[in-house]
């Protein structure tokens, strides 16, 4: 069975370390497939970052979704026959969330949501579910209870609303994992993107303000993207080297066949010799530390260790064979 890619990982966004774990995904699965089709696995790889970002904009709608949810009970409350007190004398403080108030007239935001024609109306019993998990959470208890309104409570809230009820909400998973299989693995890091965007509204933006866009790096006036770059060279330096590359850890490997390493961490070696070799403007420490944290979460408990003792072996062969080459100072030995 493929190895698990639903953990969480940390990320700002789309950083370079969850660039790598996409490559990595994709990697993994080229190589296990019989039928090697690799303009079809390139095309996957970059829809598959693409998607992440739907994703993102599928959960700042949901979270929208939960207001509508909540003012619909207050106004059927208001409207009963015989209301109580508390029923015409609502805590309207969550529903009118000065951060989701600019959140729902952002013209970005609702460019996307209208792109991907997103409409929760046939998930309402997960949105209850969901409310009545929000409405027992701490987080909500004391935002509701503070006696107190300021945008950076605001801000707050929603960062702690994410983590303590978005983040366990296994139904939302599970319908999200239905729609499209990937965004499984990806859920966790979208928390992660929910908290930026959180953090970074300002009370003095309006409906124009931007969100976060998909990679961290600008397109420039050729429309090229530098971290969609990083991605397209790494995956087409490991895939049409792969033989040379292979040869290279496999001379490096004592005490058991080189097919009895597991493929997991073949790949991340392989990828991390690519930047080596390939990406001159790459800290060789960046490029160990990167995936040496990949290999803890990704691979088996040694692993991280295995890859490091095989990292530092070859890095020193390709030094001394005047294959390492940076630009820059100092990024030989950083």
Sequence with gaps: MPPDFGLNVL?????????????????YAYSSETAEDYAAAEK?????????????????????????????????ARNKFYPTYED???NTKFIENQVLQQLSENRSYKRH????????????????KTYFRLRDSEAYKNYMESGKRSFNEDKDFLVNMVREVILQDELLQNFYEEKYVNWANDFDGTILMLEKTFRNFKKEDDEYAPL?????????????NEDEEFVKKLFRNV?????????????????????RVALMDVILIKMAISEFLKFETIPIKVTMNE??????????????????????????????AGKVKKVGRGLINN
């Excluded at 929208?64 to 207050?74: C, N, W």
């Excluded at 949501?113 to 209850?128: E, G, P, S, T, Y």
């Excluded at 995936?291 to 030094?319: H, Q, R």
């Design 239 to 259: 895939v049409f080297n792969s033989k040379e590359l292979d040869e290279m850890v496999s001379q490096h490997i004592t005490n058991w066949d080189f097919e």
């Design 212 to 224: 976060p866009q998909l990679y961290t790096a600008p397109y420039d006036e050729n429309n090229r």
């Design 11 to 27: 990320i700002d966004m789309l950083t370079r370390r969850f660039l790598r774990i996409k490559v990595l995904q994709e990697l």
């Design 44 to 76: 996957t790889l970059l829809q598959d970052i693409h998607k992440v970002y739907d994703l993102y904009i599928y959960q700042l709608s949901y979270i929208l979704e939960l207001i509508d949810f909540v003012s619909k009970r207050i106004e059927e």
């Design 291 to 320: 995936y040496i944290e990949i290999a803890k979460v990704f691979s088996t408990p040694k692993s991280s260790i295995f890859i490091n003792g095989m990292l530092d072996k070859l890095l020193s062969e390709l030094k001394e």
């Design 88 to 90: 015409l004398n609502p």
């Design 113 to 128: 949501r209208d792109r991907l024609k997103i409409n929760w109306a046939d998930q309402q019993d997960i949105v209850r």
